[in-house]
C-alpha cells in the first residue's frame, strides 16, 4: 500500500511569513500534484511534477519533487490570508495503467492578517 | 470552475437507504474517478473508470458500485446506507488513463441520518 505523509499537519503563521510544507513516501510516484481546497469545495489542481528534480514556480509557490521521485514540497513566499486553505498532496502510481491518485492526509494553513 | 459538474450538492438521507450520486467529467475528458473524504480518513480514492469500461477499484464497499455511460457522465450508488457513509463524495475528470492531472468537482455531501 502506498502511503504519502504530509507535513505539518496543521500550521498557523502570520502574514508574510514564509513557509514550507512537506510530503513524502517510500514509494516511487510518476508523477505528483498538489491541490488547495477549501472547506465545502473540491480540490483545485496547483501544479502536477513529473521529472525527478523538477522545479515549478506559480506566483509566491514554488514546488519541488525529489529526485528519486518519493517525495515533494510546498513553498510559500511571504504568506497573505488569501493563501488559508487546505493543501494536499496526491501521487499517481509509477508503471500501471490506471489513474488512482494517493492523497497525503493534508496541511491545514492559516494565514493570519 | 474546474468543469466538472456533480449532482446532487447536498443529499440527506437515511439508514438503509439507497443514493445516487451523478458526474459529468470536462468535455473530453474520458477518465471519471470517484473518491471519499471524510474528517477521519482524508481525501480517499473508490474507482475509476474509463471510457465506459472499470480500471481501477480502490477502498470501496461491496454495497457501492459505479458505472460510466456511452454519453461519458457517471454514476456512484450507495446502498444499504449507514452513519458512517457520512462524508463528501468527490467525482475527478482526465484525459487519458494515467490520470496524472485531475479536475476535481465540487462535490456532493451526504448526510446519513
Known amino acids: 500500500t502506498q502511503l504519502l505523509e504530509q507535513s505539518p499537519q496543521f500550521l498557523s503563521i502570520q502574514e508574510g511569513e514564509n513557509l514550507t510544507v512537506y510530503c513524502n513516501s517510500s514509494?516511487?510516484?510518476?508523477?505528483l500534484q498538489w491541490y488547495r481546497q477549501e472547506p465545502g469545495e473540491g480540490p483545485v489542481l496547483l501544479v502536477t511534477v513529473v521529472t525527478g528534480g523538477e522545479v515549478k514556480k506559480l506566483k509566491r509557490l514554488t514546488f519541488q519533487f525529489g529526485d528519486a521521485r518519493k517525495d515533494s514540497s510546498l513553498h510559500i513566499t511571504a504568506a497573505q490570508p488569501g493563501d488559508t486553505g487546505l493543501y494536499l498532496c496526491a501521487g499517481a502510481s509509477q508503471g500501471t495503467s490506471y489513474g488512482k491518485l494517493t492523497f497525503g492526509q493534508g496541511t491545514i494553513l492559516t494565514v493570519h492578517p | 470552475d474546474s468543469g466538472v459538474t456533480q449532482t446532487p450538492k447536498h443529499l440527506i438521507t437515511a439508514t438503509g437507504q439507497r443514493v445516487t450520486l451523478r458526474c459529468s467529467p470536462r468535455s473530453g475528458d474520458l477518465s471519471v474517478y470517484w473518491y471519499q473524504q471524510s474528517l477521519d480518513q482524508g481525501l480517499q480514492f473508490l474507482i475509476q473508470y474509463y471510457n465506459g469500461e472499470e480500471r481501477a477499484k480502490g477502498n470501496i464497499l461491496e454495497r457501492f458500485s459505479a458505472q460510466q455511460f456511452p454519453d461519458l457522465h457517471s454514476e456512484l450508488n450507495l446502498s444499504s446506507l449507514e452513519l458512517g457513509d457520512s462524508a463528501l463524495y468527490f467525482c475527478?475528470?482526465?484525459?487519458?488513463?494515467?490520470?496524472?492531472?485531475?479536475?476535481f468537482g465540487p462535490g456532493t455531501r451526504l448526510l446519513v441520518l
Open positions: 475527478a475528470s482526465s484525459v487519458g488513463i494515467s490520470g496524472e492531472t485531475q479536475y
Open positions: 514509494s516511487v510516484f510518476s508523477s
